[in-house]
Structures are given as structure tokens and as C-alpha cells.
């Protein structure tokens, strides 16, 4: 069984000094419950990192960056590399975010070469993947995440495949009022695993995790993460305040349960 995930991404928010202050705030509120099941990452702005880092410690909450540079090292003046993020205390790498792509004319083909180096730095990329309001009204959906997905994966080893998470962001969704409807939000991560299992082969469809984000917050994520093919929350404004991080962790934490629960009756 794919284990579950509660991703939040600060973006441009949340100071160092405010960044170990909600650490502190979401271990505290975390303390009862039994985390052990899923899996948590936080990605502050990169001056936030070390503070954010040292703030978890130990605790199973980890850190990550919003973004990379493609190279190691070099005259890429104001670009962060994978070895800093790593020294950082990162575990994660969130790429191809909406945001980059519209305003910083990031591409897929940059993307596929952050993804290469964030995997062979021993990070976790969390790609992103979405079509934009215009590409949903055609009904091209499918169509743009399949392209998007195998750009970003070009070039990886199909085994390779299960060490990214898939972050289905649809563009028109994320800092807006509405999220996308749960069957909309099931259908795409339908297709998604279909694009992984036709190119990609049985086990990185079932073993990739695909988690959605797009104006998730504690009363429309409760439906979103019980979707089957769902496994995790990514989640912006919602979770800029640790109580509301730690509402989508117990979310996410009880659709674990329950999706465990269901596996072991469906084997049984
Ligand atoms: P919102 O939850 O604020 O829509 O942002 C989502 C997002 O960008 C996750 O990467």
C-alpha cells in the first residue's frame, strides 16, 4: 500500500523566525496523534530552511524546497543548488510548481533535468502536473498531463519512477476559492495512473504516489484524500497557520486508517 502524504508549501510566507515558531506550534498539536502511517513534508522559502529544520528536529516532519537550479554548482547568480538544499536539511524538492511555470518561464524540459539531479542528490522531487482553465474547457486534460508527465520522467528508469510524488495541481485550482469537485479530482488521477501503467509499466502505476492540491482545506479535503487513487494533500493558505496544518494531517492520518482497513477486507 502506498503510504499517505500532508504536504504544505509556504511560498513567499512565513519568516525564519515565524518558521520555528510553527514548528513548534504543529509538534505540539501533533503530539497526539499517531503519525507513524503517514508522511509529512514542509517547504518553507529557502531562508526559512535552517530554521525549519532545526525546529522538527527529529520529529517525523520534514523539510523541503520550492524550488532547484539544474546544476550542482556555478555562475547561476541568485539560483539555489541540490547539494545546499540537502545541507539545508531538506528531503524534498517541490518542482514544476504552477507559479514557476506562469511567472518564471520555467519549462518541462528544465524540469526533467531538475528532476534527474534532485534524485541522484538523494531528494525527493514532488513534481507538479496541471492543465490550465483554458486547456480543461477544450477537454484536453489527459492530453497535457500525459505530455507533462512523461517530459518531466524522460530519460528515468521505470524503477526509478516510484521515487517521485506526482502532485496533480490543476492551475485554474490553486489560490482561488474552489478546489476541483472530487469526481473531477478522481478522474484525473484515474488517467494519471492509466499514462504511468501504458508508459511506464504495472509497478510505477501502483507504487507512484499522486497526491492533489488546489484550495484544499479541512472541509473539502476530508472527500478529496478518501479517492482511492488520492494518496496525499498539498496544500497552500489553508496550512499557513500550524492549525490548520495539523486539521489536514488528521485528515490524512484517518484516510490512512481507513485505507488500510479497506485494503486488509478487500484481501481477506
Ligand atoms: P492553495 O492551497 O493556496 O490553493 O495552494 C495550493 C498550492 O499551490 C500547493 O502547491
Known amino acids: 500500500m502506498r503510504r499517505l502524504v500532508a504536504g504544505t508549501g509556504w511560498k513567499m510566507n512565513i519568516g525564519a523566525a515565524d518558521a520555528a515558531r510553527y514548528a513548534t506550534d504543529l509538534l ?17 522559502p529557502f531562508t526559512s530552511l535552517h530554521a525549519a529544520a532545526a525546529a522538527f528536529g527529529e520529529s517525523p516532519v520534514a523539510t523541503g524546497g520550492q524550488n532547484m537550479h539544474w546544476e550542482e554548482s556555478g555562475g547561476w547568480t541568485g539560483e539555489i543548488s541540490a547539494p545546499m538544499l540537502v545541507e539545508a536539511g ?9 507559479e514557476r511555470l506562469q511567472h518564471f518561464g520555467e519549462t518541462y524540459e528544465l524540469v526533467r533535468r531538475k528532476v534527474d539531479l534532485a534524485l541522484r542528490s538523494s531528494l525527493t522531487p514532488i513534481i507538479c502536473l496541471g492543465e490550465t482553465a483554458l486547456e480543461k474547457r477544450e477537454g484536453r486534460a489527459d492530453e497535457v498531463l500525459a ?11 521505470d524503477a526509478r519512477v516510484p521515487d517521485v510524488i ?3 495541481e490543476p492551475r485554474w485550482a490553486i489560490g482561488t476559492a474552489q478546489a476541483a469537485s472530487p469526481e473531477y479530482v478522481a478522474a484525473r488521477h484515474r488517467a494519471l495512473r492509466d499514462i504511468l501503467r501504458q508508459h511506464r509499466g504495472p509497478d510505477a502505476a501502483e507504487r507512484t504516489r499522486l497526491i492533489y492540491g488546489g484550495s484544499v482545506d479541512p472541509e ?16 497552500g493558505r489553508a496550512a499557513w497557520k500550524a492549525e490548520g496544518f495539523a486539521k489536514i494531517i488528521e485528515l490524512v492520518v484517518a484516510a490512512a486508517q481507513g485505507k488500510s482497513a479497506s485494503l486488509t477486507a478487500a484481501t481477506a
Do not use: W
Not at 473539502?220 to 496544500?235: R, T
Open 147 to 157: 505530455a507533462q508527465l512523461l517530459a518531466a520522467l524522460a530519460g528515468q528508469p
Open 90 to 98: 531538506c528531503r524534498y524538492v517541490e518542482l514544476a510548481h504552477s
Open 166 to 168: 506526482l502532485a496533480y
Open 220 to 235: 473539502n479535503g476530508k472527500d478529496i484524500i478518501s479517492i482511492a487513487d488520492v494518496d496525499g494533500l498539498f496544500v
Open 28 to 44: 505540539r498539536r501533533l503530539a497526539k496523534l499517531d503519525c507513524t502511517a503517514i508522511d509529512m513534508f514542509v517547504l518553507p
